[in-house]
């Protein structure tokens, strides 16, 4: 079984751009959750999206949006990007929505904003 | 509101030694769910175990095992023979039922086994 994969794989952005990011799940999983990983942050969630509906959110600003499509592929889009937005993005795919399933996660975008 | 501390920043040990990974964690919910993942340096986190509250069973998977102890709020990692492909960032992870999928994670260990 295809485990998540992510595209782009790396992408450099200048300030101001926006930016779409796509995670593909492991086939019969529903949810995708979204998590940004920085060197003083840590991982940090940023949303989780169940047949095509954001059921959970992070704390981060409105810039950071996502969307889930019927068939469990789901993209981020960062808009207006800031120095600060250089950072890993991971995702990860579940078979369910209450925790009690393992998550696995994709190999990540390296988003880097100059 | 749920918190994953990994005191131990950084660990170096000589290859064959065992090792311990400790995590502790904070939540007032009744149902919740840790994990550990390795991420190597290519980036990926892997996933290694999940456990329920409900379930305090010990479990071991070849030379790893984990140690999960309500009482005290642990959910410790131990690598027995480490390996210099055991090199990596782990990170432990808490989620709670009424969050769905969110991961709270620790700041993460390095370990570094060297040969």
């Known amino acids: 079984k295809a485990g998540v994969t992510q595209t782009p794989r790396y992408l450099i952005k200048t300030r101001g751009q926006q930016v779409t990011l796509s995670c593909s799940p492991i086939?019969?999983?529903?949810?995708v959750s979204w998590y940004q990983q920085t060197p003083g942050q840590g991982l940090q969630f940023l949303f989780e999206?169940?047949?095509?509906?954001?059921?959970n959110k992070g704390n981060f600003p409105g810039r950071f949006s996502g969307r889930q499509f019927s068939n469990s592929r789901s993209e981020m889009n960062v808009s207006t990007l800031e120095l600060g937005d250089s950072a890993l993005y991971l995702c990860?795919?579940?078979?369910?929505?209450?925790?009690?399933?393992?998550?696995?996660f994709g190999p990540g975008t390296r988003l880097t904003v100059t | 509101a749920q918190k994953v501390t990994q005191a131990q920043t950084e660990i170096s040990v000589v290859e064959k030694e065992d090792v311990t990974l400790d995590c502790v964690y904070e939540t007032r919910d009744t149902t919740y769910y840790l994990f550990w993942y390795k991420q190597p340096p290519s980036g990926e986190l892997v996933f290694l175990i999940r456990r329920n509250s409900f379930d305090e069973q010990n479990e071991i998977s070849g030379r790893y095992s984990w140690n999960f102890q309500k009482s005290t709020s642990s959910f410790n990692f131990t690598i027995t023979a480490s390996q210099v492909v055991d090199s990596a960032v782990y990170f432990c992870?808490?989620?709670?039922?009424?969050?769905?999928?969110?991961?709270?994670f620790g700041a993460g260990t390095i370990l570094r086994v060297k040969s």
């Open positions: 086939s019969g999983h529903r949810s």
């Open positions: 992870a808490l989620s709670v039922k009424e969050y769905g999928n969110k991961l709270v």
């Open positions: 990860a795919s579940s078979l369910g929505l209450q925790g009690d399933y393992e998550q696995y």
């Open positions: 999206y169940f047949s095509e509906t954001q059921r």
